[in-house]
Protein backbone atom coordinates (compact mmCIF):
# COMPACT_ATOMS: atom_id res chain seq x y z
CA UNK A 1 0.00 0.00 0.00
CA UNK A 2 1.46 3.25 -1.27
CA UNK A 3 2.50 5.69 1.40
CA UNK A 4 2.18 9.31 2.06
CA UNK A 5 6.09 9.42 0.86
CA UNK A 6 5.36 7.49 -1.61
CA UNK A 7 2.59 9.89 -3.06
CA UNK A 8 5.10 12.85 -2.63
CA UNK A 9 7.87 11.05 -4.38
CA UNK A 10 5.00 10.33 -7.40
CA UNK A 11 3.79 14.01 -7.56
CA UNK A 12 7.54 15.66 -7.80
CA UNK A 13 8.13 12.99 -10.72
CA UNK A 14 4.82 13.82 -12.20
CA UNK A 15 5.94 17.59 -12.41
CA UNK A 16 9.22 17.40 -13.78
CA UNK A 17 7.48 15.57 -16.75
CA UNK A 18 5.14 18.04 -17.24
CA UNK A 19 8.11 20.73 -16.79
CA UNK A 20 9.35 18.74 -20.06
CA UNK A 21 6.57 17.43 -21.49
CA UNK A 22 5.06 21.33 -21.80
CA UNK A 23 8.23 22.71 -24.13
CA UNK A 24 8.75 19.69 -25.93
CA UNK A 25 5.09 19.22 -27.23
CA UNK A 26 4.59 23.19 -27.61
CA UNK A 27 7.84 22.87 -29.67
CA UNK A 28 6.65 19.71 -32.40
CA UNK A 29 2.93 21.58 -32.69
CA UNK A 30 5.06 24.77 -33.12
CA UNK A 31 6.55 23.44 -35.94
CA UNK A 32 4.24 21.90 -37.62
CA UNK A 33 2.37 25.04 -37.36
CA UNK A 34 5.05 26.88 -39.30
CA UNK A 35 4.75 24.14 -41.61
CA UNK A 36 1.73 24.56 -42.27
CA UNK A 37 1.88 28.41 -42.59
CA UNK A 38 5.14 27.99 -44.82
CA UNK A 39 2.65 25.77 -47.52
CA UNK A 40 0.37 28.09 -47.40
CA UNK A 41 2.16 31.62 -47.97
CA UNK A 42 4.75 29.65 -50.72
CA UNK A 43 1.47 28.31 -52.57
CA UNK A 44 1.14 31.66 -54.38
CA UNK A 45 2.35 35.06 -55.23
CA UNK A 46 0.60 38.13 -55.95
CA UNK A 47 0.62 41.07 -57.65
CA UNK A 48 -0.51 44.65 -58.45
CA UNK A 49 -3.40 45.77 -61.07
CA UNK A 50 -3.02 49.58 -61.28
CA UNK A 51 -6.53 49.28 -63.62
CA UNK A 52 -7.90 47.48 -60.66
CA UNK A 53 -6.32 49.12 -57.98
CA UNK A 54 -6.27 45.79 -56.21
CA UNK A 55 -3.62 42.56 -55.49
CA UNK A 56 -4.47 39.17 -56.86
CA UNK A 57 -2.60 36.02 -56.50
CA UNK A 58 -0.31 34.36 -59.32
CA UNK A 59 0.55 30.83 -58.87
CA UNK A 60 4.20 30.05 -59.26
CA UNK A 61 4.96 26.41 -61.43
CA UNK A 62 8.21 26.13 -59.19
CA UNK A 63 7.25 23.69 -56.21
CA UNK A 64 8.57 25.74 -52.82
CA UNK A 65 10.64 24.54 -50.36
CA UNK A 66 8.57 24.51 -47.55
CA UNK A 67 10.34 22.65 -45.32
CA UNK A 68 12.90 25.56 -45.55
CA UNK A 69 11.07 28.08 -44.79
CA UNK A 70 10.23 26.40 -41.97
CA UNK A 71 13.27 25.35 -40.74
CA UNK A 72 14.16 29.10 -41.37
CA UNK A 73 11.08 30.41 -39.53
CA UNK A 74 11.16 28.22 -36.60
CA UNK A 75 15.14 29.64 -36.17
CA UNK A 76 13.39 33.14 -35.95
CA UNK A 77 10.20 32.66 -33.58
CA UNK A 78 10.95 29.25 -31.56
CA UNK A 79 13.72 30.47 -29.57
CA UNK A 80 11.75 33.53 -28.43
CA UNK A 81 8.87 31.85 -27.82
CA UNK A 82 10.74 29.36 -25.58
CA UNK A 83 12.41 32.49 -23.86
CA UNK A 84 9.02 33.73 -22.92
CA UNK A 85 7.71 30.17 -21.98
CA UNK A 86 10.83 30.48 -19.45
CA UNK A 87 10.46 33.39 -18.06
CA UNK A 88 6.57 32.61 -17.49
CA UNK A 89 7.65 29.57 -15.78
CA UNK A 90 9.29 31.05 -13.53
CA UNK A 91 7.53 34.12 -12.59
CA UNK A 92 4.54 31.97 -12.37
CA UNK A 93 7.00 29.44 -9.75
CA UNK A 94 7.61 32.48 -7.69
CA UNK A 95 4.93 34.43 -7.87
CA UNK A 96 2.15 31.98 -9.56
CA UNK A 97 0.44 31.26 -5.74
CA UNK A 98 -0.02 35.29 -5.34
CA UNK A 99 -1.10 35.43 -8.92
CA UNK A 100 -3.75 32.90 -8.61
CA UNK A 101 -5.59 34.33 -5.30
CA UNK A 102 -5.16 37.63 -6.89
CA UNK A 103 -7.35 36.32 -9.42
CA UNK A 104 -10.39 35.15 -7.63
CA UNK A 105 -9.83 38.50 -5.63
CA UNK A 106 -9.15 36.99 -2.16
CA UNK A 107 -8.76 39.11 0.93
CA UNK A 108 -6.18 37.99 3.59
CA UNK A 109 -7.00 37.20 6.78
CA UNK A 110 -5.29 37.45 10.05
CA UNK A 111 -5.86 35.63 13.78
CA UNK A 112 -7.19 39.35 14.96
CA UNK A 113 -9.57 39.31 11.57
CA UNK A 114 -11.26 35.93 12.18
CA UNK A 115 -9.63 34.34 14.96
CA UNK A 116 -12.07 30.94 14.68
CA UNK A 117 -10.74 30.15 11.18
CA UNK A 118 -7.18 31.21 12.14
CA UNK A 119 -7.07 28.66 14.93
CA UNK A 120 -8.84 26.14 12.85
CA UNK A 121 -6.17 25.88 10.28
CA UNK A 122 -3.08 26.38 12.83
CA UNK A 123 -3.86 24.09 15.03
CA UNK A 124 -4.31 21.53 12.19
CA UNK A 125 -0.75 22.38 11.00
CA UNK A 126 0.91 21.91 14.26
CA UNK A 127 -0.93 18.43 14.83
CA UNK A 128 0.91 17.66 11.12
CA UNK A 129 4.17 19.66 11.58
CA UNK A 130 3.33 22.09 8.86
CA UNK A 131 4.34 25.61 8.65
CA UNK A 132 0.72 27.81 8.66
CA UNK A 133 -0.37 28.79 5.30
CA UNK A 134 -1.55 31.86 4.45
CA UNK A 135 -5.32 31.99 4.41
CA UNK A 136 -7.31 34.04 2.33
CA UNK A 137 -11.71 34.52 2.17
CA UNK A 138 -13.24 34.37 -1.43
CA UNK A 139 -15.96 36.95 -1.68
CA UNK A 140 -19.02 34.22 -2.85
CA UNK A 141 -21.70 32.62 -1.74
CA UNK A 142 -21.00 29.27 -2.68
CA UNK A 143 -19.57 26.44 -0.93
CA UNK A 144 -15.88 25.92 -2.31
CA UNK A 145 -11.95 26.41 -1.30
CA UNK A 146 -8.66 25.20 -2.88
CA UNK A 147 -4.93 25.40 -1.80
CA UNK A 148 -2.05 26.59 -3.76
CA UNK A 149 1.71 27.50 -3.73
CA UNK A 150 5.32 25.80 -4.46
CA UNK A 151 5.49 24.08 -0.93
CA UNK A 152 4.60 23.33 2.29
CA UNK A 153 6.34 26.93 3.59
CA UNK A 154 4.83 29.26 0.02
CA UNK A 155 1.27 27.85 0.63
CA UNK A 156 -2.32 29.59 0.71
CA UNK A 157 -5.58 28.31 1.17
CA UNK A 158 -8.67 30.18 -0.30
CA UNK A 159 -12.16 29.86 1.34
CA UNK A 160 -15.54 30.72 -0.13
CA UNK A 161 -17.45 32.85 2.34
CA UNK A 162 -20.50 30.62 1.69
CA UNK A 163 -18.14 27.76 2.83
CA UNK A 164 -17.45 29.91 6.22
CA UNK A 165 -20.57 30.60 7.06
CA UNK A 166 -22.80 27.22 6.00
CA UNK A 167 -20.69 24.26 7.45
CA UNK A 168 -20.41 23.94 10.71
CA UNK A 169 -17.02 23.84 13.16
CA UNK A 170 -16.59 20.14 12.45
CA UNK A 171 -17.25 20.29 8.46
CA UNK A 172 -14.94 23.30 7.54
CA UNK A 173 -12.08 21.63 9.91
CA UNK A 174 -13.00 18.73 7.42
CA UNK A 175 -12.52 20.61 4.32
CA UNK A 176 -9.26 22.45 5.65
CA UNK A 177 -8.08 19.12 6.34
CA UNK A 178 -8.28 18.22 3.20
CA UNK A 179 -6.91 21.50 1.53
CA UNK A 180 -3.91 21.17 4.01
CA UNK A 181 -3.14 17.33 2.98
CA UNK A 182 -3.07 18.78 -0.82
CA UNK A 183 0.03 21.04 0.73
CA UNK A 184 1.45 18.47 2.50
CA UNK A 185 1.39 15.80 -0.29
CA UNK A 186 2.48 18.37 -2.84
CA UNK A 187 -0.36 18.14 -4.92
CA UNK A 188 -0.28 21.90 -5.05
CA UNK A 189 3.47 22.18 -6.59
CA UNK A 190 1.75 20.32 -9.73
CA UNK A 191 -1.05 21.81 -9.94
CA UNK A 192 0.35 25.68 -9.84
CA UNK A 193 2.80 24.45 -12.88
CA UNK A 194 -0.32 23.00 -14.80
CA UNK A 195 -2.60 25.85 -14.63
CA UNK A 196 -0.24 28.60 -15.30
CA UNK A 197 1.23 26.15 -18.33
CA UNK A 198 -2.31 26.13 -19.64
CA UNK A 199 -2.51 30.05 -18.43
CA UNK A 200 0.36 31.16 -20.61
CA UNK A 201 -0.94 30.03 -24.01
CA UNK A 202 -4.02 31.36 -23.50
CA UNK A 203 -2.38 34.45 -22.78
CA UNK A 204 -0.61 34.09 -25.68
CA UNK A 205 -3.58 33.26 -27.69
CA UNK A 206 -5.34 36.33 -26.51
CA UNK A 207 -2.43 38.83 -27.54
CA UNK A 208 -2.31 37.36 -31.09
CA UNK A 209 -5.76 38.14 -31.43
CA UNK A 210 -5.32 41.81 -30.45
CA UNK A 211 -2.33 42.01 -32.59
CA UNK A 212 -4.88 40.84 -35.27
CA UNK A 213 -7.37 42.87 -34.72
CA UNK A 214 -4.94 46.05 -34.78
CA UNK A 215 -3.52 44.79 -37.59
CA UNK A 216 -6.73 43.87 -40.09
CA UNK A 217 -7.82 47.66 -39.21
CA UNK A 218 -5.21 49.35 -41.22
CA UNK A 219 -6.06 47.51 -44.27
CA UNK A 220 -3.02 46.49 -46.82
CA UNK A 221 -1.84 43.30 -48.42
CA UNK A 222 0.92 43.55 -46.38
CA UNK A 223 -0.99 44.08 -43.07
CA UNK A 224 -3.81 41.22 -44.18
CA UNK A 225 -1.14 38.87 -44.46
CA UNK A 226 0.11 40.12 -40.98
CA UNK A 227 -3.29 39.92 -39.82
CA UNK A 228 -4.02 36.61 -40.82
CA UNK A 229 -0.72 35.01 -39.55
CA UNK A 230 -1.60 36.79 -35.76
CA UNK A 231 -5.25 35.07 -35.98
CA UNK A 232 -3.56 31.62 -37.01
CA UNK A 233 -0.76 31.92 -34.44
CA UNK A 234 -3.92 32.88 -31.90
CA UNK A 235 -5.89 29.90 -32.82
CA UNK A 236 -2.71 27.75 -32.08
CA UNK A 237 -2.13 29.16 -28.87
CA UNK A 238 -5.83 28.84 -27.96
CA UNK A 239 -6.19 25.46 -29.06
CA UNK A 240 -3.12 24.12 -27.75
CA UNK A 241 -3.71 25.53 -24.61
CA UNK A 242 -7.21 23.66 -24.61
CA UNK A 243 -5.66 20.67 -25.25
CA UNK A 244 -3.63 20.54 -22.98
CA UNK A 245 -6.78 18.87 -20.39
CA UNK A 246 -5.29 15.59 -21.81
CA UNK A 247 -2.12 16.14 -19.84
CA UNK A 248 -4.07 17.04 -16.77
CA UNK A 249 -5.22 13.76 -16.63
CA UNK A 250 -2.33 12.05 -16.94
CA UNK A 251 0.08 13.34 -14.71
CA UNK A 252 -2.91 14.70 -12.06
CA UNK A 253 -4.36 11.76 -10.60
CA UNK A 254 -7.73 11.56 -9.70
CA UNK A 255 -6.48 9.11 -6.70
CA UNK A 256 -5.60 12.22 -5.11
CA UNK A 257 -8.62 13.48 -3.83
CA UNK A 258 -9.40 9.95 -2.23
CA UNK A 259 -5.63 10.58 -0.99
CA UNK A 260 -6.66 13.94 0.36
CA UNK A 261 -9.88 13.09 1.82
CA UNK A 262 -8.11 9.92 3.64
CA UNK A 263 -5.59 12.23 5.20
CA UNK A 264 -8.18 14.52 6.26
CA UNK A 265 -9.89 12.13 8.12
CA UNK A 266 -7.36 10.68 9.92
CA UNK A 267 -6.08 14.58 11.06
CA UNK A 268 -9.42 15.20 12.10
CA UNK A 269 -10.60 11.75 13.23
CA UNK A 270 -13.62 12.64 12.02
CA UNK A 271 -14.93 11.05 8.54
CA UNK A 272 -18.55 11.98 8.97
CA UNK A 273 -18.26 15.51 9.30
CA UNK A 274 -16.12 15.74 6.13
CA UNK A 275 -18.60 13.82 4.32
CA UNK A 276 -21.61 16.49 5.71
CA UNK A 277 -19.30 18.59 4.39
CA UNK A 278 -18.85 17.39 0.74
CA UNK A 279 -22.79 16.52 1.02
CA UNK A 280 -23.40 20.51 1.51
CA UNK A 281 -20.99 21.69 -0.97
CA UNK A 282 -21.90 19.45 -4.06
CA UNK A 283 -25.40 21.27 -3.94
CA UNK A 284 -23.75 24.65 -3.97
CA UNK A 285 -20.02 24.52 -5.47
CA UNK A 286 -19.63 27.33 -8.38
CA UNK A 287 -17.39 30.35 -7.95
CA UNK A 288 -18.52 32.51 -10.32
CA UNK A 289 -15.33 34.72 -10.69
CA UNK A 290 -13.77 31.51 -11.33
CA UNK A 291 -16.12 31.38 -14.76
CA UNK A 292 -12.90 33.46 -16.46
CA UNK A 293 -10.43 30.90 -14.60
CA UNK A 294 -11.59 27.30 -16.09
CA UNK A 295 -8.48 26.04 -15.90
CA UNK A 296 -8.04 26.70 -12.16
CA UNK A 297 -11.20 24.46 -11.49
CA UNK A 298 -8.74 21.39 -10.84
CA UNK A 299 -7.33 23.12 -7.70
CA UNK A 300 -11.11 23.06 -6.20
CA UNK A 301 -12.18 20.86 -3.57
CA UNK A 302 -15.26 20.44 -5.79
CA UNK A 303 -16.05 21.22 -9.40
CA UNK A 304 -16.69 25.39 -9.26
CA UNK A 305 -17.72 25.84 -12.73
CA UNK A 306 -21.38 26.33 -14.14
CA UNK A 307 -22.53 22.75 -14.96
CA UNK A 308 -23.74 23.81 -18.33
CA UNK A 309 -20.73 25.93 -20.00
CA UNK A 310 -18.33 24.22 -22.57
CA UNK A 311 -15.52 24.19 -19.86
CA UNK A 312 -17.54 22.51 -17.73
CA UNK A 313 -18.20 19.56 -20.24
CA UNK A 314 -14.52 19.74 -21.01
CA UNK A 315 -13.78 19.58 -16.75
CA UNK A 316 -15.78 16.72 -16.95
CA UNK A 317 -14.20 15.23 -20.35
CA UNK A 318 -10.79 14.87 -19.03
CA UNK A 319 -12.37 14.94 -14.91
CA UNK A 320 -9.28 15.22 -12.34
CA UNK A 321 -11.86 14.80 -9.39
CA UNK A 322 -14.10 11.69 -8.82
CA UNK A 323 -17.58 11.91 -8.16
CA UNK A 324 -18.41 13.48 -4.93
CA UNK A 325 -20.53 10.23 -4.59
CA UNK A 326 -17.44 7.94 -4.59
CA UNK A 327 -15.53 9.99 -2.28
CA UNK A 328 -17.95 9.75 0.12
CA UNK A 329 -18.75 6.25 -0.38
CA UNK A 330 -14.78 5.96 0.48
CA UNK A 331 -15.19 7.64 3.31
CA UNK A 332 -17.84 6.17 4.87
CA UNK A 333 -16.09 2.89 4.31
CA UNK A 334 -13.30 4.48 6.76
CA UNK A 335 -15.77 5.67 9.48
CA UNK A 336 -15.70 3.28 12.69
CA UNK A 337 -11.75 2.18 11.29
CA UNK A 338 -10.25 5.39 12.66
Known sequence: MATIYDHIAQNKRRTWLLVLLFPLTFAALGYVFLLGWAQL????????????????????????????????????????MWLAAVIWILVAYYCGSSLLIGAVHGIEI??????????????LCISQGLPTPRIYIISDDSLNAFATGRDPEHASIALTKGIVLKLE??????????????IQNRDIRLMLITVVGISFFTFLSEICFRIGA????????????????????????????????????????RTREFQADASAALMTRHPAALIRALQKISTDSRVEVLDEHASMSAMCIANPLDKRSFFASLSGLFATHPPIEERIAALRDMDGRI
Do not use: C
Not at 53 to 72: H, I, K, L, M, R
Not at 110 to 120: A, G, S, T, V, W
Not at 169 to 182: D, F, K, M, Q
Open 214 to 253: SSSRHGGRNKGNSALFFFALGIFFALYGYLIAPLIRLAVS
Open 41 to 80: SSSADYRYDSRRDAYYEVYSPQTPNVWAQANEMAAQVLPW
Open 110 to 123: HREDQPEIYNLVEN
Open 169 to 182: RAELEGVIAHELSH
